[in-house]
């Protein structure tokens, strides 16, 4: 979340379009996204030619010989009027550079074409470059942090249970499904394409350069696609992307589940986190949809748009509201059935309810599944994560050290650390425990007053599909002794009577 310091220097720009005779949110939101995109190109651009003189070899640059005025370093030093001038030439300036990035027939390209800069004070301009520059966006969590604040300024912003996922449960998913560079990756409400960012850096962490060089054209026009219609959100996903090294990621501008979307048996990999509360009119939903589930339910029909646009074989971890699990509706049943018998369902993990805080309350899980279109599904592993490391009020501050939080994903951070000290951290933070334990799922015979256990087949369908973890939980009761009326009478004269020589006492003093 953003909090602090960084919220006040992005109200601060926000503050300095609107003094500058800027008041559209939209065109705000828009303009700043392509300021950041400008400076994290140079910045990219720096990172890579460190890179190649350190490994001396040669890569393909991002700005040409005549275009060394278009980077930050360089824009940031020149005077307002030159600046803008840069920025507001339509022919040759930095505009019409950004619009060429990418193939002409890219997806890419088609989004940025309508890419326009629209700051027309110079001093508006210098002011905004002046604050931006000392916003320290490295992180991706910033800048996704940044990304939400800007979006929740647009109108209806947070509206339709879209909210962008925390970066860590994003990296969670990510480092439970383990990509590899024969995956071809999915996700139907892309948003700013976090999910597909942090899968593009799962295989650049896990694969070597002459990997990814031999996988090349696969990463770049192949591996990572989505759906989105929101026109801002197609330009930020695609430039978030780009910035990433994917030139031309496949975002395509379509409502996931409409008719207008016919993608089916096209993905190995689906991540995502649908709309929660969203819904369409009957006469826009995909045929084929409404055969698995008849609903209007955006949480349910993009359940069955992923077991569509899965291949046989193909992996999903998907976030879904509880009421998905134990709704009592025909559709609701309908969905977890078709999961749960005609495909293999793996895991159900339940989040804590002030993970999407302060934006929703709402209770959430992860279920993650193979489509096999002929069953399979045994037993289903149940984790109740307790904890993920911040704290589950509005404020979402962290519970454990830094290093620890961002490093989970990297063995088993807790196996140097004391016994007491173990079990002090994984009360503040489950991501570590659950990720260690799920390779194992299938031989986990915990007992179900447990952290996590297995349910078998027969005794989900005997339940109605019902999949809350609380259905299957078992609660210890710990039995209270209190003392006796009589005891507890002794003990209050006993107290009363010391009172009274309290008294006693200090009515001496008087």
């Known amino acids: 979340m953003i909090t602090g310091e960084l919220k006040s220097q992005i109200d601060a720009i926000w503050n300095t379009f609107w003094t500058g005779g800027i008041s559209n949110t939209i065109t705000?939101?828009?303009?700043?996204?392509?300021?950041?995109?400008?400076?994290?190109?140079?910045?990219t651009e720096t990172r890579n030619e460190r890179m190649a003189k350190r490994l001396k070899k040669d890569f393909n640059p991002i700005f040409g010989k005549d275009q060394q005025d278009f980077r930050w370093k360089n824009l940031k030093e020149m005077d307002a009027p030159a600046r803008h001038q840069i920025f507001s030439n339509s022919v040759d300036g930095i505009f019409p550079f950004i619009r060429s990035l990418g193939s002409k027939k890219s997806l890419f390209s088609t989004y940025m074409k309508d890419a326009s800069f629209g700051i027309n004070k110079a001093a508006t301009l210098d002011q905004v470059i002046e604050k931006l520059e000392r916003v320290d966006m490295e992180s991706?969590?910033?800048?996704g942090d940044v990304y939400e604040y800007l979006l929740s300024k647009l109108e209806g912003g947070g509206t339709s249970g879209q909210f962008r996922t925390p970066r860590h449960i994003i990296k969670?998913?990510?480092?439970l499904m383990q990509p590899t560079l024969e995956d071809t990756i999915c996700d139907p409400s892309v948003g700013t394409a976090g999910f597909l960012v942090a899968a593009k850096e799962y295989v650049d962490k896990h694969y070597d350069i002459t990997e990814l060089d031999k996988h090349k054209d696969h990463i770049n026009k192949h591996m990572f696609n989505g759906t989105e219609f929101d026109a801002t959100m197609l330009r930020i996903a695609s430039m978030n992307l780009f910035l990433h090294g994917v030139e031309e990621p496949n975002i395509i501008d379509v409502d996931a589940v409409s008719k207008d979307?016919?993608?089916?048996?096209a993905y190995t990999l689906v991540l995502a986190n649908p709309p929660f509360k969203g819904t369409i009119d009957k006469e826009s939903i995909a045929p084929g949809l409404s055969n698995v589930t008849k609903t209007t339910k955006t949480e349910l029909l993009?359940?069955?748009l992923i077991l569509r646009q899965l291949k046989k074989g193909g992996r999903a971890a998907v976030i879904v509201p509880d009421g998905v699990l134990f709704g009592s509706g025909k559709a609701f049943k309908s969905i977890r059935s078709e999961i749960v018998k005609n495909h293999k369902l793996e895991a159900v993990i339940s989040l804590p309810s002030g993970v999407f805080k302060p934006y929703a309350g709402v209770s959430t899980a992860i279920i993650i599944f193979t489509k096999t279109d002929n069953g399979g599904t045994d037993n289903v592993w149940f984790y109740d994560m307790k904890a993920d490391?911040?704290?589950?009020?509005d404020k979402r501050n962290l519970l454990v050290d830094e290093k620890v939080f961002d490093a989970f994903s990297f063995g088993d951070i807790f196996a140097k650390e004391a016994k007491d000290?173990?079990?002090?951290?994984?009360?503040k933070f489950n991501l570590p425990d659950l990720l260690a334990r799920y390779p194992k799922r299938n031989k986990d015979k915990r007992a179900r007053t447990e952290q996590s256990f297995l349910v078998p087949f027969k005794e989900i369908e005997k339940n109605d599909w019902d999949l809350s973890i609380n259905r299957y939980k078992e609660i210890v009761?710990?039995?209270?002794?209190?003392?006796?009326?009589?005891?507890?009478l002794k003990k209050i004269d006993s107290l009363n009577l010391d009172r009274m020589q309290i008294n006693k006492k200090l009515s001496k003093l008087l």
């Open 302 to 304: 993009f359940l069955a």
């Open 421 to 427: 000290d173990q079990e002090d951290l994984h009360s």
């Open 389 to 393: 490391g911040k704290s589950l009020d």
């Open 261 to 265: 979307n016919i993608i089916s048996d």
């Open 28 to 43: 705000i939101v828009e303009q700043l996204t392509y300021l950041i995109f400008i400076k994290d190109l140079d910045e």
């Open 172 to 175: 969670l998913m990510v480092e």
């Open 140 to 143: 991706q969590d910033i800048k």
């Open 477 to 488: 009761y710990k039995e209270v002794e209190y003392d006796s009326p009589s005891e507890i």
